[in-house]
């Protein structure tokens, strides 16, 4: 009977604890969700019930017209190949850099080394684009998809290199020392034991190089003509000084978002596995 009554304070704060945590999580979230909802709102509003008093979250006739003006009046088919490009290009060329980096950075533990990668995440994009524009015009590039490509990495590879080194430093040592020791040179070591041990981490580089790179705003607003434009470019371009479509410009924003939300809403148990995995193996 006392083990039961010792037993009920103990119950009581466990659940207090996850009412805490559940009510922190949701007032973290639900600005986020409610901007999201008004967005999904605002694009199938006519304009007439966008600017209306009080607002109208949920209208009687839904405009999806805003979606089919989009692809009418803008070429968001076209943007949408050149985000593709200009992304899976930057991603997998980061991840070529990147993995093979982090490894042997994680390896020869050079602490200089991954200071100056942090350095390199840390330093804003703009302090890169103004000498590689004037590379670019140089090279006579400009026009084309490669300009955007090469200087996404600016941001892609230090976020492989960076998370691939927390990875490899986490990652057991046996299975590399044996097979040194079996005769196997440092290649492949690398590509035959340290690789297939650090899918979980690849997978989540992967996965946030793409996000930051899709996201890319700045470097396409500059580097960017009318035919290499990205989508979040091409999002910003249909604003104007005369008159600003509220529907259809957050339809196109939806249209931006919506890989991106697919990609992490399918790959969050991969994100979470990636993130852990390498502690637990450490541990």
Same mark, same amino acid.
């Given at each position: 009977?006392?083990?039961?009554?010792?037993?009920?304070?103990?119950?009581?704060?466990?659940?207090?604890?996850?009412?805490?945590?559940?009510?922190?999580?949701?007032?973290?979230?639900?600005?986020?969700?409610?901007?999201?909802?008004?967005?999904?709102?605002?694009?199938?509003?006519?304009?007439?019930?966008?600017?209306?008093?009080?607002?109208?979250?949920?209208?009687?006739?839904?405009?999806?017209?805003?979606?089919?003006?989009?692809?009418?009046?803008?070429?968001?088919?076209?943007?949408?190949?050149?985000?593709?490009?200009?992304?899976?290009?930057?991603?997998?060329?980061?991840?070529?850099?990147?993995?093979?980096?982090?490894?042997?950075?994680?390896?020869?533990?050079?602490?200089?080394?991954?200071?100056?990668?942090?350095?390199?995440?840390?330093?804003?994009?703009?302090?890169?684009?103004?000498?590689?524009?004037?590379?670019?015009?140089?090279?006579?590039?400009?026009?084309?998809?490669?300009?955007?490509?090469?200087?996404?990495?600016?941001?892609?590879?230090?976020?492989?290199?960076?998370?691939?080194?927390?990875?490899?430093?986490?990652?057991?040592?046996?299975?590399?020392?044996?097979?040194?020791?079996?005769?196997?040179?440092?290649?492949?070591?690398?590509?035959?034991?340290?690789?297939?041990?650090?899918?979980?981490?690849?997978?989540?580089?992967?996965?946030?190089?793409?996000?930051?790179?899709?996201?890319?705003?700045?470097?396409?607003?500059?580097?960017?003509?009318?035919?290499?434009? $990205? #989508? !979040? =470019?091409?999002?910003?371009?249909?604003?104007?000084?005369? &008159?600003?479509?509220? %529907?259809?410009? *957050?339809? @196109?924003?939806?249209?931006? $978002? #919506? !890989? =991106?939300?697919?990609?992490?809403?399918?790959?969050?148990? &991969?994100?979470?596995? %990636?993130?852990? *995995?390498? @502690?637990?193996?450490?541990?």
């Amino acid at each position: 009977m006392e083990h039961a009554l010792n037993k009920r304070p103990l119950v009581r704060r466990k659940t207090l604890d996850r009412i805490g945590l559940l009510f922190a999580a949701l007032v973290m979230v639900s600005p986020v969700v409610l901007f999201f909802l008004w967005m999904i709102s605002l694009s199938l509003k006519y304009e007439i019930d966008n600017g209306a008093y009080p607002p109208i979250l949920i209208p009687e006739n839904f405009a999806w017209s805003n979606y089919v003006q989009v692809f009418r009046e803008n070429n968001f088919f076209l943007y949408f190949w050149n985000s593709v490009l200009v992304t899976g290009a930057a991603t997998l060329l980061a991840l070529l850099i990147g993995v093979p980096a982090g490894y042997g950075i994680a390896r020869l533990k050079a602490e200089k080394a991954a200071i100056v990668i942090m350095i390199a995440r840390m330093t804003p994009g703009l302090s890169f684009l103004i000498p590689l524009f004037l590379l670019f015009q140089w090279l006579n590039l400009l026009g084309t998809l490669w300009p955007q490509i090469i200087i996404h990495l600016v941001v892609t590879v230090p976020i492989v290199v960076w998370i691939m080194i927390g990875y490899f430093e986490t990652t057991p040592m046996e299975l590399e020392e044996a097979a040194s020791i079996d005769g196997a040179t440092p290649w492949q070591v690398f590509r035959l034991v340290a690789l297939p041990i650090a899918k979980p981490g690849i997978v989540v580089a992967f996965i946030l190089a793409l996000i930051f790179s899709w996201n890319n705003f700045v470097f396409g607003i500059v580097l960017a003509s009318r035919t290499t434009r $990205t #989508l !979040p =470019v091409a999002v910003y371009n249909m604003l104007s000084f005369e &008159q600003v479509s509220w %529907g259809p410009l *957050a339809a @196109a924003a939806l249209i931006v $978002t #919506l !890989p =991106v939300l697919i990609l992490t809403l399918f790959a969050q148990k &991969q994100i979470v596995a %990636g993130l852990t *995995a390498g @502690a637990v193996k450490g541990g």
